[in-house]
């Protein structure tokens, strides 16, 4: 696709149910990040992947989240028990090449909005 | 880890006038700070970034500066337009996890007409 897309951009859920989120990156970017963001807050880093594998999950909150992305193409970030905290935008980007090898622009997605009530 | 700090939260400047955004990092090994722009309800993009072995960058009305002896890095926006009201984020590589980037917490600027 042109763009980052993200599934659903909205989702409402009552606290204690299990959610998924979807983001299919820009195609051919190869690192994928999750970030989560409050009102008024900046993007919050939660797990990176370069391919399939998470190079780096240090800012996963809990064992409540988990991602995947077993193709190295689209991830799914996985909140298990929701808690009314976990309400926020869910942030997705992709990028082409690490940082340390290129331009390292992000390009993000429209963001899931998630609502715990 | 690495840990971003962004002021100031709000800022209000005439249009016309200059409009400057600073951070700061903890994370002496960071080597790429992007600056990020986040229009209200629309997805955060890149507007400029600077890399460790320069000091200053320029892009038209924008440009950034880096002093990596200070742990600084700061945005400046000259002649202000009503479109560059929005939210800006820094943010900031922690070199020990190469492609990690942590955001500042964001400066809402608005242009007075």
């Known amino acids: 696709g042109a763009g980052v897309s993200q599934t659903p951009s909205n989702k409402v859920t009552e606290k204690g149910k299990y959610v998924e989120l979807r983001c299919d990156p820009i195609?051919?970017?190869?690192?994928l990040y999750w970030y989560r963001q409050s009102l008024g807050q900046g993007p919050e880093f939660l797990i990176y992947?370069?391919?399939?594998?998470?190079?780096?999950d240090s800012g996963l909150p809990n064992d409540r989240f988990f991602a995947v992305r077993p193709e190295g193409s689209v991830s799914t970030l996985k909140i298990q028990r929701t808690e009314r905290g976990d309400s926020a935008v869910y942030l997705c980007?992709?990028?082409?090449?690490?940082?340390?090898?290129?331009?390292?622009?992000?390009?993000f997605g429209e963001g899931s909005r998630l609502t715990v009530l | 880890g690495e840990n971003v700090e962004q002021h100031p939260s709000t800022l209000s400047v005439q249009e016309g006038d200059s409009a400057v955004i600073k951070c700061t990092y903890s994370?002496?090994?960071?080597?790429?700070f992007p600056w990020y722009k986040q229009e209200l309800g629309k997805r955060p993009q890149l507007i400029i970034d600077?890399?460790?072995?320069?000091g200053e960058k320029k892009d038209q009305r924008i440009a950034v500066t880096l002093n990596k002896t200070a742990k600084h890095f700061s945005l400046h926006i000259t002649e202000t337009q009503p479109e560059d009201s929005a939210v800006y984020f820094c943010?900031?590589?922690?070199?020990?996890?190469?492609?990690?980037?942590?955001f500042g917490s964001g400066t809402r600027l608005s242009i007075r007409p």
């Open positions: 980007a992709s990028s082409f090449n690490p940082i340390n090898l290129n331009t390292g622009e992000l390009f």
């Open positions: 195609s051919g970017h190869t690192a």
């Open positions: 992947f370069q391919g399939t594998g998470a190079a780096d």
């Open positions: 994370d002496s090994a960071s080597n790429y």
């Open positions: 600077i890399r460790s072995n320069v």
């Open positions: 943010a900031a590589t922690g070199y020990s996890s190469a492609s990690k980037i942590i």
